[in-house]
Structure formats: structure tokens, C-alpha cells
């Protein structure tokens, strides 16, 4: 095991006394809990993390926080492995597993860095100029190298463990950031009496205050921290929420956050959420989320060794890690200088200052004269190293001379970018600000201010100042004009900054370090055209990487300003769009996955079948018994034959309760559903049950049931399960908007009634066992198509409909739906003595195809109701909707697709669903396509594989041989069309 050797012995913000392991590519190091994934490696003397995407270059860690391009490892393993993960923000924890990617073998010896010996090829755009030739290598040998060498990282390849949540929030003022300004703004707002949440996406608050430190009421700024956080906590309408980002701006004060809630966590603790998606809905809200340090670009500037200077000091103040011992600074403004100044305190030594300025303060020559180093007005314009990090530094002074600096470490500063994200949604852009060189906000998102760096004012004063003001005024405008007392007060550090951009030099200067785009990329991109900025972007891919171009825009936007002779301003920016951060899809997903995607609704009979060991499939939101498997049975077509060859012989039961179930009353009732349906309801007597078919008002097919009439006023119609929502609504549309005049009143009852469909020639009798013995039950008492009110035994009331989709003497019951559980288990009992079955869905669409009644495959969309072989139900004595429109020319052609019965002529073949019908001795085609296959099933009672097809004159060509051609399976055989009709084409047995 590693002893850190770059560990510093004491100081920063770790705890020692809670020593972990965590291992990074196999190999075992230290740590101590307050690391990050890339401090502890900092300070174990890793310095070579990953490979970028294009050239596969060595790539070290460059930042310490979100906007880090370089360092994305996978963390964990197995089902919960997550690529793309930054090292800079993974929080440390005992047991953690991390390794790098996008390298092959490893990462010290990556074959695939012979890219780069392609990189005169590889520029912007390389993708648009090659593999064009031959046009048949593209599928076979271009296409899936590409698809081999995209991606970055592996994803697990299994289901995730883990759980996300989602959640909402409301607040008067939210606050993103917990640096100086957000907590000045949090006290302000708090102490007013405002509701405040304050999101940090670090697990520790204080921002850069936690590196840099400074004095702050004449404390130093560890103290003002406890201090305000302690005061914070104190005020009841503050939440502050750690480990939270603020990643998008939308519509009506509405902000999404994501909560790494147990990421510092190796698993999530039982019952816990990994992550938790916050919708926050905020009257006010206040930007505090800091700024960013930018690179300047030079050649060599992607070795490993090279760091943003605030990221080294970060790393050495905050984690007592040193990225190096004898340290360089290159910098064009004095922030850069803060470094240099925290390395010396760690006693570590410094090399040279490179400073663009012509001007360095004489406190800061003072300095290197006392402590012994250079101090060299130039730029860098190489670097010397390696995978193992950096080794010399070339540098072009001032006047054209050149010197050289050795050092294992360069820090650059090239400034400061206001983190502008989150103000610049909502289509905002930017303005540039000449006096720190970058872009600030300019205007916002409704209800938003900026304030501090967020804001362009780096001073510690100026970010007090700015926050406690914005916080108080966002109170103010929320509502909540309390005493906010008095703000923290701080001295503002003097802050210069000369320009620099790109420095020419001998080889690569990267712009972007995770698409590997260099500054000659964004010349040729100016040079063919694209000059735009968001052309810019999509040729170049500048800042469509996981860092979306934290680290890399405004030095690209800088660069094609200069070699296009325009101001920045002028270039102007990209849109800004959300997520800020990357957001795992799990968190916007929440519980709703798997199982829990939708709701899922139950049958009565629901546990009862699952006692029974049914086999279930969704339907809709509905959970049904598809079969029920016996012991011995192979395969589920074995437990359907059996379920089929029962009712058609003896007696068995389905639970039908899913079909929607409508109450239709008024004196206006019958007029009403003649209106909706084809055929006539009015003239339907008490006591009888009719078929009824709707159409859309384009003559299509919209759905079909039965309805029967109760009352003289009151109907009971049922819909299809698929439509029982969408079939309400549009009788409802009907009813407000198409017949206002009408007095009727419609009542979804479908979750009211439990519903049952008792077949077979035995069902008579296996009803007089549950209903009332007054009740008669005989075919003249009880006729086909009846339907009444009856008593069950117990006196309980019910609902009985002589009905029949199965060909079979068949009745549906319905009880009340808490008696529905009661009254499958009595059928259960009182039908042991006739070989009661219970059956499926599956048995269920086999009877129907062997009767020849069409079903959801049938009514697709496309189909009218001469097509389902129902156009003699279309009344010519009345209007209907879609009674014109059924008339239009092309939904009355000759040669339409009508539905026909289909069966192959070799018994033993299997019909497929979905084959098309081409003519017997032609081609295969789109020309000769004459129809397809809708519904198929194994028919016990034929004992040969049957189904219905929608064919070209179909009903004109019973007994024609046509050839079933199956693309997607591979399978081509003959079929004879035939009459729809399999079973008892008379109706006697139905008809009891």
C-alpha cells in the first residue's frame, strides 16, 4: 500500500484520525475521508489519470472541481459501475474501486496513442472529408470502427441496484453556491425571515474560501464559516442542502437540482436513494455560483503536471496534497500569484513566475527576491514531459529571448469566467466586460440575480457585498422585509489582468483537452467557413464533452476572434442549454422504472390467480393472467391447449373486469348511442344485450363491446380494455360538444364492477350453483343476448349478460368489485364437481380466432366496418359519426384488405403473425404485397395453427392458395385463405 508520499504532514481540511483504502486500476493507495477521488491520488503521487478521446493522449488531473476535462474515470464495478466520472468531485470513501478508460491494454501502455500519428488526418472535421471510399467499405468496415471507438467509459451492461427519487420543493429565495457571496446572500435572506435553500454541489461549504481563506469580520475565514453556518442552521426558514448542483433553469420559478445523496457511499444504506432529483419552485433566486479559472493555450499544455493554478493551491491548502515539488506559475493576472504564495507556506519550492504583464507588483519581486526565484516577463511556449509528468518549461521572454525552466509542476492562470450558466438559460446571452477580460451575465432567467464572481467581482469585499445585497433585495421582493442586520465585511484584493489567449508555438495547444481540439483546429475552421460560433462548435466539437466547455469556450471563442479579426464581443457566445452538470438518467427516471413505470392495476381475481401460479401480462396498466401452468406442462402452449379443450368440453371462467364498463342514463339515452354507434340501441328491449361498433369521424373503426339496456332509461355498455379511457372522453366530447341538447348522463364504472365470463356447455350449470335458486337460468328464461339484474345466494346483487365471445354457451357476471376476490373463489368450489377451469388471455384469443371475432389486431387504425366483415350493421336509417366519411371513395375500393381466416396448408407448419400474403408463384414485394397476417394461434379444437389476415378482396378468394412470406424470420410457406369462421359457423353451441 502506498504512503502518500506527496502528502503533506499536516494542515488542510482532511481528517486524519479516519485513514481509508481505495484502489485505481488494480492498485491499492491511501487516503483520509474529506479526499476526493483526485486529491488522494494527487497525494499519492498519481499523475497520470486517463487518455483523451481523439489522439488518446496522456492526460493528467487539470481542476479541481465540475469543469475538470481530464481525469473521468469508472467508478465502482459491477451493476453499479458509472463511467465518465470525475475524479475531482467523487467524494472518497473506504472500499472505493475506480479505474481509468478510454486506454487498451492499460493506461500507462495504450496501443490506441498510435491515433496520434494520424492527427495530420484527425483535424476538425476529419469526419466529413473521409471514409467516403469505397462506398461498401462504409457498413462494412468504417461504421463499426467508428461505433468501437465512440464512447467514453463502459456502462455496467445490467440493471441498476440502486434507487433514485424525485422530489419537490418550494422556497422564497434559492441560493446556488456556498462561497462568500452565497452565504452572505443566505444570511440576508434568512435573517429577513425568507424560506431559503441554499444548493452546493461540494460536500463541504465555503467555496474558495476553503482554499484561498482570507479574513472576514476581522476572523479568519474557517471561523466566519462555523460561525454563519452555525447562525444559518439557527434560522427555521433555511435548508441548506450539501452535495447538490443546480443543473437547469425552466418555466414559472422553476429550477432542477440533483442531490448526490449517498454517493460518498460505497452502496446506498437500506432503503435509501443513490440520488434524489429536486424540483425546486423559488419566487427569487440568487446566482453565487463563482467563477472559472481558464487555461491559456500553448503547446504542451496537456501534459500531465500541468494544472489551473487555484485547482493546485486547492489541492495543497484544502487537501495538504502536492501536485508537484518544485513549482512553476505562468499567469497573466495577479490571482495567479495566490498560488505561489500558498506553495511557499507548504514549504514546497518554486522554480520560476512566468507573468504576461509588463507590470508585476514590487510586493510580488519582493517576494521572489526573498525567496530565491525567477521572475520572467514572457509566455510559456512548451512543455517538456511526459506520462510521468512535467519535466522543462520553454519560455519566450519579452524582447524575443528564450529561456528554459526546469519544475514537475506548472500552475496557469489565465484568468477568471463567471460561471454565466445558469444565468444564461432561457436563450440568455452573455456581455463581455473588458476589465477581466470574460463574459458576465446580462440580465437573467425571471426572478434571478448574480452576485459575487458569479458576477465578475472576484474581490472577497465585492463578493459580500454583492451576495448580502442580493440576498436581502430577493427577501424584500418575496414578501419578507425583516431586519437583515448588518453585512460581513472584507478588504477587496487588488486584481490586474492582461489578455492572453494562445501562445504560438512548436506543437498541439489544446483548447479543448477532452475532444482533443487543438487552436489549429479552430483556424481551419475559420479558414473553411465556419466561423460562426455554434458552427464553431458542431465542426470542431469545442464544448460538447462532458465539461460542456467549462475550461474550453471562451478561449475557443477568443482564438477564432483573432485569426477572424473580430472583437470577442462580435464572435459572441453559444446557447447555453441545460443540464449544467451531467445528470444520471436513473435520477430523472426516479421510481419510475421496471415495474414501477406506470401504475399497475389489478383484476379482482388478481391474487387468487397468483395463488393459482397464473402467468401474467400487462395489458395497459392491468396486470392479467395470460395462463395458468399445471405441473407436467412444458411450455405455455401445453397449459393454453388444455385451458381451450376444457371449456369447449366442460366449463371454465376468465376474469374479464378490465374491459371499460360505462353507464349511460336519461330519457335521452337510446337516442344518445344511436348517435355513436353504427347500428341502433333505441329499439333495444329491456333485458337484451346488442353488439355495437363506433367509428372515428374519419369512417375508421374506433372500437367495439356490448351494450345492453337495463332500464328504459338506463344502458350498460362495455368497451375494449385499450379503449376504456379514450372511448369515455370521446363519449363525453360527444356529449358536451356534439349533443349538448340531449339529456343523458355517462358514469365510469369499469373499476366498480368485478366481471366475469363463465363458457362451455356445463356454464348453466355451474351458475345455478352462485345464483339465487328463483333465478331461471334456462333458455327461455335466460335467452342469448340477455341480460338482467339477479340475486347471488347470500342475497348479494349482480349483474348477468348471456354473451358469448368463445363460441361456447358463455354468460358474463359482474358483482361488486370487493366481492369480486368472494366470488371467483366460490365458482372455484361450486365448479370442482364439473372440472371448473380457470383460463387466460391466451385461451381467451385463441377461442375468439377460432369464432372469428376480430379483436385489437383487427381494429388498428386502418380498418372500417365493411373491412371487419360488420358493414350490414351500418343503419341506413339513421346518422352516426363517421357515417359520411365511411362513404368516401377509397374506404369502399373493391379491392381493400377485408378480413378472412388463414391456415396453412401443410397442418403441421406454424402460422406467424405479421407475414405477409403474397400470391401464390410471385415475388416477394412491396409490389405484390396483398395483405399480412394479424392474429395466429394453435387451435386445439382444428389441431392445426389458424389465424385472420387482412388480404386484398379477401372474401372474394376464399379457398385460394396464397404464399405467407415472413422477412423477419426467414420463413416463406403456403396458406389457404378461408372463411374467418373456424368453429361452429351456425352459432348452436352459443346459442345453448
Not at 484544502?318 to 501536485?323: D, G, I, K, N, Q
Not at 490586474?496 to 481540439?517: C, E, I
Not at 395463488?611 to 401445453?638: C, I, N, S
Request: charged letters at 20%; glycine letters at 12%.
Amino acid at each position: 500500500m502506498s504512503s502518500q508520499p506527496n502528502r503533506l504532514p499536516s494542515g488542510g481540511l482532511i481528517d486524519r484520525s479516519a485513514p481509508l483504502n481505495f484502489r485505481f486500476d488494480g492498485k491499492t493507495f491511501a487516503g483520509f475521508q474529506g479526499d476526493t477521488l483526485a486529491s488522494a491520488l494527487i497525494a499519492n503521487g498519481v499523475r497520470l489519470v486517463g487518455r483523451s478521446f481523439k489522439y488518446h493522449r496522456p492526460r493528467g488531473i487539470l481542476t479541481s472541481g465540475s469543469e475538470e476535462p481530464n481525469a473521468l474515470v469508472e467508478l465502482r464495478t459491477g451493476a453499479r459501475r458509472e463511467p465518465n466520472t470525475k475524479a475531482t468531485t467523487a467524494e472518497l470513501y473506504d472500499g472505493l474501486e475506480a479505474a481509468s478508460q478510454n486506454r487498451w491494454p492499460s493506461l500507462r501502455h495504450d496501443l490506441m496513442a498510435v491515433n496520434q500519428l494520424f492527427s495530420p488526418i484527425f483535424v476538425a472535421g476529419f469526419y466529413y472529408k473521409t471514409f467516403m471510399w469505397p462506398a461498401k467499405f462504409w457498413e462494412a468496415i468504417y461504421e463499426p470502427a467508428i461505433r468501437r471507438a465512440a464512447g467514453l467509459g463502459r456502462a455496467a451492461g445490467v440493471a441498476d441496484p440502486d434507487h433514485y427519487d424525485k422530489a419537490w420543493a418550494h422556497c422564497d429565495v434559492l441560493i446556488a453556491g456556498s462561497g462568500p457571496a452565497g452565504l452572505a446572500a443566505a444570511l440576508a435572506a434568512g435573517r429577513s425571515g425568507a424560506r431559503v435553500i441554499l444548493c452546493e454541489e461540494d460536500f463541504a461549504l465555503g467555496g474558495r474560501l476553503l482554499s484561498d481563506g482570507g479574513t472576514i469580520d476581522r476572523m479568519p475565514a474557517a471561523e466566519w464559516i462555523s460561525r454563519t453556518l452555525a447562525e444559518l442552521a439557527s434560522l427555521p426558514g433555511v435548508r441548506i442542502m450539501n452535495r447538490t448542483t443546480l443543473f437547469g433553469v425552466y418555466d414559472g420559478g422553476t429550477y432542477g437540482a440533483i442531490e448526490r445523496v449517498n454517493d460518498h457511499l460505497p452502496s446506498p444504506p437500506e432503503h435509501q436513494v443513490r440520488q434524489r432529483l429536486w424540483r425546486i419552485i423559488a419566487k427569487r433566486s440568487v446566482v453565487a455560483a463563482g467563477a472559472i479559472e481558464r487555461p491559456i493555450v500553448f503547446a504542451g499544455n496537456d501534459t500531465p503536471g500541468v494544472m489551473m493554478a487555484s485547482a493546485m493551491r486547492t489541492y495543497v491548502a484544502r487537501y495538504s496534497a502536492t501536485p508537484a515539488k518544485r513549482i512553476a506559475l505562468f499567469t497573466n493576472n495577479e490571482d495567479g500569484w495566490r498560488t505561489v504564495e500558498t506553495a511557499l507556506g507548504a514549504g514546497l519550492q518554486i522554480a520560476a513566475v512566468v507573468d504576461a504583464r509588463p507590470d508585476v507588483s514590487a510586493a510580488h519581486r519582493a517576494l521572489a527576491a526573498k525567496t530565491g526565484f525567477a521572475v520572467l516577463n514572457g509566455s510559456v511556449v512548451g512543455v517538456e514531459g511526459g506520462k510521468d509528468g512535467v519535466r522543462k518549461i520553454s519560455i519566450s521572454l519579452t524582447g524575443c529571448a528564450r529561456a528554459e525552466v526546469e519544475a514537475d509542476g506548472l500552475a496557469v492562470s489565465g484568468g477568471w469566467n463567471p460561471a454565466v450558466g445558469l444565468t444564461s438559460y432561457h436563450r440568455g446571452r452573455p456581455k463581455w466586460q473588458d476589465d477581466i477580460s470574460a463574459f458576465v451575465p446580462d440580465g437573467a432567467p425571471p426572478g434571478m440575480v448574480a452576485a459575487g464572481a458569479a458576477n465578475g467581482a472576484f474581490g472577497l469585499g465585492a463578493c459580500l457585498r454583492q451576495g448580502f445585497a442580493a440576498g436581502a433585495a430577493a427577501a424584500q421582493s418575496a414578501g419578507h422585509s425583516g431586519n437583515a442586520g448588518a453585512p460581513p465585511v472584507a478588504d477587496d484584493e487588488a486584481f490586474s489582468l492582461t489578455p492572453l489567449w494562445h501562445v504560438a508555438g512548436k506543437g498541439k495547444a489544446f483548447v479543448d483537452y477532452q475532444h482533443d481540439v487543438t487552436a489549429a483546429d479552430i483556424e481551419l475552421a475559420q479558414r473553411e467557413g465556419f466561423e460562426s460560433v455554434e458552427h464553431l462548435k458542431r465542426y470542431t466539437t469545442l464544448g460538447m464533452a462532458t465539461d460542456q466547455g467549462k475550461t474550453s469556450n471562451v478561449a475557443g471563442l477568443a482564438i477564432m476572434a483573432a485569426v477572424s479579426g473580430k472583437p470577442i464581443p462580435e464572435t459572441g457566445t453559444t446557447i447555453y442549454r441545460p443540464p449544467y452538470v451531467p445528470v444520471a438518467i436513473g435520477a430523472f427516471a426516479g421510481h419510475h422504472r421496471d415495474e414501477n413505470f406506470h401504475a399497475t392495476r389489478l383484476t379482482p381475481s388478481h391474487h387468487w390467480a397468483a395463488e393459482q401460479g397464473a402467468m401474467f401480462v400487462d395489458t395497459g396498466l392491468w396486470k392479467r393472467a395470460q395462463w395458468y401452468p399445471r405441473a407436467g406442462e412444458k411450455d405455455w402452449l401445453e397449459s393454453v391447449t388444455r385451458e381451450v379443450k376444457a371449456v369447449r368440453g366442460g366449463v371454465g371462467f376468465c376474469d374479464v373486469s378490465t374491459l371499460g364498463k360505462i353507464d349511460v342514463h336519461g330519457p335521452d339515452a337510446g337516442a344518445f348511442l344511436d348517435r355513436v354507434y353504427i347500428n341502433t340501441f333505441s329499439n333495444l328491449a329491456v333485458g337484451k344485450a346488442r353488439y355495437g361498433l363506433m367509428l372515428r369521424e374519419d369512417g375508421i373503426v374506433y372500437d367495439d363491446g356490448t351494450t345492453s339496456r337495463l332500464a328504459e332509461d338506463h344502458y350498460f355498455l362495455t368497451t375494449t380494455t385499450a379503449k376504456a379511457g379514450p372511448v369515455m372522453q370521446h363519449l363525453e366530447f360527444c356529449r358536451q360538444v356534439l349533443f349538448p341538447e340531449l339529456d343523458v348522463q355517462l358514469t365510469s364504472v369499469s373499476d366498480q364492477w368485478a366481471q366475469f365470463s363463465i363458457a362451455g356447455p356445463s356454464a348453466r350449470e355451474l351458475l345455478k350453483q352462485v345464483v339465487d335458486e328463483s333465478e331461471d337460468l334456462s333458455n327461455e328464461g335466460f335467452p342469448f343476448m340477455g341480460a338482467r339484474e339477479v340475486a347471488l345466494r347470500g342475497g348479494i346483487g349482480a349483474r348477468l349478460f348471456r354473451i358469448s365471445f368463445s363460441g361456447e354457451m358463455a354468460f358474463e357476471i359482474s358483482v361488486p368489485a370487493r366481492y369480486g376476490d368472494a366470488l371467483v373463489r366460490n365458482l372455484t368450489l361450486a365448479g370442482k364437481q364439473f372440472g371448473v377451469t380457470p383460463y387466460g388471455t391466451e385461451a381467451l384469443g385463441v377461442m375468439r380466432i377460432e369464432k372469428g371475432h376480430v379483436a385489437g389486431p383487427e381494429l388498428n387504425g386502418t380498418t372500417t366496418a365493411a373491412d371487419l366483415g360488420l358493414g350490414r350493421m351500418m343503419s341506413t336509417r339513421k346518422d352516426f359519426i363517421g357515417r359520411v366519411m365511411a362513404g368516401r371513395e377509397a374506404l369502399v375500393a373493391p379491392d381493400r384488405q377485408v378480413v378472412v381466416g388463414i391456415k396453412p396448408t401443410d397442418k403441421t407448419r406454424r402460422l406467424r403473425s405479421g407475414a405477409h400474403v403474397i400470391p401464390k408463384g410471385e415475388i416477394p414485394g412491396s409490389a405484390n404485397d396483398q395483405g399480412y397476417v394479424t392474429s395466429v394461434c394453435f387451435s386445439p379444437t382444428l389441431d392445426q395453427w389458424i389465424g385472420l389476415a387482412l388480404v386484398e378482396r379477401g372474401r372474394e378468394r376464399i379457398g385460394e392458395i396464397v404464399h405467407a412470406h415472413d422477412p423477419l424470420r426467414g420463413e416463406d410457406y403456403d396458406v389457404e385463405l378461408c372463411n374467418p369462421v373456424f368453429y361452429d359457423p351456425d352459432g348452436g353451441r352459443q346459442r345453448g
